[in-house]
C-alpha cells in the first residue's frame, strides 16, 4: 500500500513522456493560442450581435456558426494546457497582454467586419503553425494534433468569410 508521500508525489508529478521544460514551452505557445482564439471569439460574437446591412441574415448565421466552435475550442486549449501542468491564462488582461490579434472597441461595417475576421482566423492559424515546430521538437504529438485540427478550421474560416467580400465577388 502506497504511503501519503507516494500518494501525493503520483498526484503531483506528470509523467507523459515530455519533460517539464518541454510542456512549460509548449503551454507558453498554446496560452498565446489560446488568448489569439478568445479574441477572435469575442470579435466574432460581437459581430454576430452588430452586423448590420443587406447581409444581415447569412452574416448572423455564419457568425453564430463559427463563434459556437471557437468557444468549443478554447476549451479544448485551455483544457490541453492544464493537462501539461500549467494553468491557463483566463482574464482579459492576460489575454490582451498575449494574443496578436487587436480587440474590437467600434462598430465596423459588414465588409470590415469581414476583413477583420479573416485577419484574425490568419493570426490564429500563424500561432498555430509557430507552435508547431515547437511541439514536434519536444515529441508533443497530442498538442500538435490539435494545432493541425485548429488550423484546418480556421484557414476554412478565412477561405469562408474571404468568400463573401464585395472583393470576391469580382
Given amino acids: 500500500m502506497p504511503n501519503k508521500i507516494e500518494v501525493e508525489k503520483a ?17 507558453k505557445g498554446l496560452s498565446k ?18 452586423v448590420t446591412g ?14 459556437l466552435e471557437q468557444a468549443r475550442a478554447i476549451d479544448i486549449i485551455a483544457e490541453r494546457i492544464r493537462i501539461l501542468g500549467e494553468f491557463a491564462p483566463g482574464s482579459f488582461s492576460n489575454f490582451l497582454r498575449l494574443t496578436s490579434i ?8 459588414a465588409e470590415e467586419m469581414l476583413t477583420n475576421l479573416i485577419h484574425g482566423n490568419e493570426a ?12 514536434d ?7 500538435a494534433d490539435l494545432l493541425v485540427e485548429r488550423m484546418q478550421v ?15 465577388n469580382h
Fill in 102 to 109: 487587436k480587440e474590437e472597441t467600434s462598430f465596423p461595417t
Fill in 124 to 135: 490564429v492559424v500563424a500561432t498555430a503553425r509557430e507552435l508547431i515546430s515547437i511541439t
Fill in 33 to 50: 493560442l489560446l488568448a489569439d482564439s478568445y479574441l477572435l471569439h469575442l470579435k466574432t460574437q460581437n459581430y454576430h450581435w452588430n
Fill in 154 to 168: 480556421h484557414e476554412k474560416n478565412a477561405w469562408m468569410l474571404r468568400s463573401m467580400t464585395a472583393r470576391a
Fill in 137 to 143: 521538437e519536444c515529441e508533443d504529438d497530442v498538442t
Fill in 54 to 67: 443587406p447581409m444581415f441574415g447569412p452574416l448572423h448565421i455564419l457568425f453564430e456558426k463559427q463563434y
Fill in 11 to 27: 498526484y503531483s508529478e506528470i509523467n507523459i513522456g515530455i519533460s517539464e521544460k518541454d510542456r512549460k514551452s509548449v503551454c
